[in-house]
């Protein structure tokens, strides 16, 4: 059950294990008026725009509750998050969800494949919701404080990074699997490639994994744990 009108203006319900939403957008989308509920039996949101440049593809909630519900919701994109030009998350746009209002979206994320959220209100979330970092995954704060717990699950580039105006991790950090902590701007672009971020985890880091942080390709920044 594939709907594919992420972007549009009906509301949308994803309630079961086949049940996704998919856009192929390659200009940025942002939702202003359609209403995304996560039922029970949980649902897919994949954004898989083909937008190589400019994060064209990413998709952004601007609206009040555009995101609600309590089931498990999976973001996805592309496959990867990228380190060069092309059909990824970091270039392309592909897998991003950005939350630029609040959202009382109280269940699990599991980001993988390409997929990001880039929390971009201090309410974007409930506090109750809860993050899983998969395999080419990233959570991105953007000038907020994070209360949700993070776990990583395992995979390969699981990431966790700090955007403008040094944001904080507050919730805790469950390493089942190796994280890194990106010290930059989740999106590449000739301007900001060369620019470090700020930031801060407050909350408890526990588990088995590796910890290692990466900044911007030439700049140095700080970071407390």
């Known amino acids: 059950n594939v709907v594919t009108n992420l972007g549009g203006t009906s509301p949308v319900t994803l309630d079961g294990a086949t049940a996704t939403l998919k856009t192929t957008n390659t200009t940025a989308s942002t939702n202003t008026t359609q209403t995304v509920t996560i039922g029970a039996s949980g649902g897919t949101i994949n954004i898989a725009g083909?937008?190589?440049?400019?994060?064209?593809s990413r998709v952004i909630f601007n609206t009040t509750n555009a995101l609600t519900g309590s089931g498990a919701l999976t973001v996805t994109g592309a496959g990867t998050l990228g380190t060069a030009t092309g059909v990824n998350t970091r270039f392309g746009g592909a897998g991003a969800l950005v939350l630029s209002s609040s959202n009382n979206y109280s269940g699990n994320i599991t980001l993988q494949n390409g997929g990001l959220?880039?929390?971009?209100?201090?309410?974007?979330?409930?506090?109750?919701?809860?993050?899983?970092l998969?395999?080419?995954?990233?959570?991105?704060?953007?000038s907020a404080v994070v209360n949700?717990?993070?776990t990583v699950s395992g995979g390969?580039?699981?990431?966790?990074?700090?955007?403008?105006?040094?944001?904080?991790?507050?919730g805790n950090v469950t390493m089942n699997a190796d994280l890194l902590i990106g010290l930059r701007n989740w999106y590449t672009t000739s301007s900001n490639v060369n620019t470090a971020q700020n930031g801060t985890i407050s909350g408890v880091i526990s588990g088995a994994g590796n910890l290692s942080t990466a900044g911007s390709t030439t700049a140095s920044a700080a970071r407390t744990c």
Do not use: C, M
Request: aromatic fraction near 8%; hydrophobic fraction near 40%; proline fraction near 4%.
């Open 117 to 132: 959220i880039e929390y971009g209100n201090a309410t974007a979330l409930s506090p109750t919701a809860t993050i899983t």
């Open 156 to 170: 390969t580039n699981s990431v966790l990074s700090f955007a403008t105006n040094a944001p904080t991790f507050a």
């Open 50 to 56: 083909t937008a190589t440049a400019s994060q064209n």
């Open 134 to 142: 998969g395999n080419e995954a990233e959570f991105a704060v953007n």
């Open 148 to 150: 949700q717990n993070v």
